[in-house]
Nanobody, 123 residues
């Protein structure tokens, strides 16, 4: 059974940085994609970034390009989201998700989800 556990959220001032972690277990993820989504109050869940586990190919939402970096540690089966130059509009619950094969940017495309971690950016 696939399990995803996020950690690393918290409260940070605008301009600061945070690193989120997504620990994956339950199967081999070599041919899977892992993504980060976020959901702010009264907004729909939106795509943030994704990585193809075996190739390391990455994809980012325009709103975070140049500020966020997604990476993975194969030995630890963990995907990271390094967030820098944070803005108040980055405040949301951040979720990681995984699916077989290709990266996708829609929530319906992902089979497995973590429980989320809160990120709050103060102005």
């Amino acid at each position: 059974q696939v399990q995803l556990v996020e950690s690393g959220g918290g409260l940070v001032q605008a301009g600061g940085s945070l690193r989120l972690s997504c620990a994956a277990s339950g199967r081999t993820f070599n041919n899977y994609a892992v993504a980060w989504f976020r959901q702010a109050p009264v907004k729909e869940r939106e795509f943030v970034a994704a990585i193809k586990w075996n190739s390391g190919y990455t994809s980012y939402a325009d709103s975070v390009k140049g500020r966020f970096t997604i990476s993975r540690d194969n030995a630890k089966s963990t995907v990271y989201l390094q967030m820098s130059s944070l803005k108040p509009e980055d405040t949301a619950i951040y979720y990681c998700a995984t699916r077989p094969l290709a990266i996708a940017t829609t929530t319906i495309s992902y089979n497995y989800w973590g429980q989320g971690t809160q990120v709050t950016v103060s102005s």
